[in-house]
């Protein structure tokens, strides 16, 4: 027998095979495209997923294991208790400015023979996500995390082996070929059929950070932090949301907001208005420990730029002059930059902040020298006490109004829409790969995947534009220009020195690139993998960047994102030259006209386009 319910004008369909045990609950997406069931056949919890017909999802088992009760075995009973529909739209700094959170959710009641839980289940035009609630759960052993999602074995999937930094390398294989037992970073992307998956989660203040250990039939959410449990110290547990992103198209997966919209706005009565994006020079990565007597030269060089912000990265600790020790001499650089209309942001190894007594008086210290933000590096892997730790640091900067950074850290779980100031963080295999003087060098595959996977959970602090002639290898300035386009982190660190900038034919595009935008395209020649190619507006301009992965490539795509015809400029890579080398032309584009672009292996384009 089926029955409609009907709560707060929602429609929710239940299907009840046994008026006595048993209830199936299915429900859709705003735009009814999407259905997601939940349902509990010989009394273990299953989740289901579909999209305009297609089964993405199959059968995949759900449950949080707390003392040895598993709250997805032994159901007899689903009963709703709740059902709203959310339709808001919020200002965002990244790649759009503004994001719509739709959806309808419902919140169940699962009975079984060892008690009751609650079920939070939310049905996405993009997606879908669930989340635990145990009751009664204080000093309660959280055991594991029994989420399952079925991966079809011939999907194609992006995946990358856990670290605690999330810096490994990515791959590209079937399901079928990543070997069980494989733990894997979250978000993991997977193409079934002409669908696009995300699987990852969002929200995680107290639970440590969950990666997906891969088994025959799918991917179990896991604790690589924890892998025995802990204690809970709440009477109610509440775990984090676990997550699929569903999409048609690379467009609409990197245009989802999910992760984000999964997580509660600001606080009620907090105030973000001081948050200032910017562009950031930084001498780490070219030059190694900054030196007191350089500084100045590199905040002259950042007002040059045009750029808000300079990095005072490791070594500052160590800076004396006659009389006065390394927070004088740090008060003394960062107040000629502000002289020079550069705010500056303090490195700091999280060692030095480790509870909340600590954190206060150590930032309570940078901001008294001036600073507008920190970077916080070297955290610790992420077991429950450091994930609170991480929300105490978020709390604390945002008292003291600093920009938040932080580094070798874990992924993001969407919580920049709770506190905006952390504009971005590291959690990615960035350009610091790309170094000689640790012999390190990327792939050209690399940043050709990572746009439709890490980034999906937040922005990454990538570190972009390598101009170096010493330090390409294998790739080309136009490549590594264009990364600044397709990366999102709107504090973005720039990895090269201003050396390498200053009197180039890039340097009027790095003097006025944005780092957050309105609108992002992703153009459809784009493939995970193989050429990235995304279109970003700020008011009446359009910022094309291209990168290109192993194999060489003639991109050619439609400017039908314009409104109206446009004129610019074009970098490109020049022909069979050196990859140093940057080819610069005034270019036009009409609206629906065909652009097409030879490039070459690990090279690239950029684009800019004014609207007449």
Not at 234 to 260: F, G, H, M
Not at 339 to 347: K, L, N, Q, T
């Amino acid at each position: 027998m089926r029955i409609f319910q009907r709560i707060l004008g929602l429609t929710v369909l239940v299907v009840v095979f046994n008026s006595q045990t048993t209830m199936a609950v299915e429900i859709k997406s705003p735009d009814a495209d999407l259905i997601v069931t939940v349902d509990h056949p010989s009394g273990r919890l299953r989740l289901q997923v579909e999209h305009k017909g297609w089964e993405l999802i199959p059968e995949s088992f759900l449950g949080l294991q707390v003392d040895g009760v598993n709250s997805g075995d032994q159901v007899r009973l689903i009963k709703i208790l709740h059902e709203r529909m959310v339709n808001e739209e919020y200002e965002w700094l990244g790649a759009n400015s503004k994001v719509w959170n739709l959806f309808r959710e419902v919140v169940l009641e699962i009975s079984t023979l060892n008690g009751s839980s609650r079920l939070y289940l939310r049905a996405y035009n993009d997606g879908v996500a669930i989340r635990y609630c145990i009751p009664g759960a204080n000093n309660k052993q959280i055991e594991a995390d029994l989420t399952t999602f079925h991966v079809k074995g011939t999907a194609e999937c992006y995946w990358a082996h856990y670290e605690n930094s999330n810096e490994e390398l990515h791959h590209i294989t079937r399901f079928s070929e990543i070997s069980d037992h494989n733990v894997l970073m979250a978000p993991l992307t997977a193409k079934v059929g002409e669908h696009y998956l995300a699987f990852s989660e969002a929200g995680c203040i107290d639970f440590p950070d969950m990666s997906w250990l891969k088994h025959e039939r799918g991917i179990q959410a896991h604790f690589t932090t924890n892998p025995q449990g802990w204690k809970s110290e709440k009477d109610t547990v509440l775990s984090p949301w676990r997550c699929v992103i569903v999409a048609e198209s690379l467009n609409a997966l990197v245009n989802s907001y999910l992760v984000q919209n999964l997580c509660d706005p600001p606080a009620t009565g907090t105030d973000f208005s001081w948050v200032k994006p910017g562009r950031v020079l930084w001498q780490w990565w070219s030059s190694g420990a900054p030196m007191l007597d350089e500084q100045r030269q590199w905040l002259d060089a950042a007002a040059r730029l045009n750029w808000e912000y300079y990095l005072i990265d490791d070594g500052w600790r160590d800076w004396r002059q006659a009389g006065k020790d390394q927070w004088q001499c740090l008060k003394e650089v960062i107040d000629y930059g502000n002289r020079v209309g550069v705010g500056s942001i303090v490195w700091v190894d999280s060692k030095e902040m480790r509870d909340r007594e600590s954190i206060r008086k150590y930032l309570t210290r940078v901001k008294k020298v001036g600073a507008k933000g920190i970077k916080i590096d070297f955290v610790p892997p992420a077991t429950p006490e450091v994930m609170k730790w991480y929300e105490m640091a978020r709390e604390e900067t945002y008292r003291l109004q600093l920009l938040c950074n932080f580094h070798g850290c874990v992924k993001p779980t969407g919580l920049q829409r709770t506190w905006p100031h952390e504009l971005t963080r590291e959690g990615v295999r960035g350009n610091e790969y790309h170094m000689t003087r640790y012999d390190r060098q990327m792939p050209q595959d690399q940043d050709v995947i990572v746009p439709f996977t890490r980034l999906l959970a937040g922005p990454a602090d990538f570190t972009p534009v390598i101009f170096d002639r010493n330090e390409l290898r294998g790739f080309t300035r136009a490549h590594q220009l264009a990364q600044v386009i397709v990366y999102n982190s709107p504090l973005t660190h720039f990895a090269d020195s201003y050396r390498n900038y200053l009197n180039t034919k890039a340097e009027d595009f790095l003097m006025d690139v944005p780092v957050v935008w309105d609108e992002t395209v992703v153009l459809p020649v784009s493939k995970i993998g193989k050429l990235v190619a995304f279109a970003k507006r700020k008011g009446d301009e359009w910022w094309i960047g291209i990168l290109n992965g192993k194999e060489a490539v003639r991109c050619s795509f439609a400017m039908n994102f314009l409104e109206r015809d446009a004129v610019g400029i074009i970098l490109t890579d020049v022909r069979d030259g050196q990859p140093y080398e940057l080819n610069r032309e005034y270019c036009t584009a009409k609206k629906d006209e065909l652009f097409t672009l030879p490039i070459q292996p690990g090279g690239g384009s950029v684009i800019r386009l004014k609207m007449k």
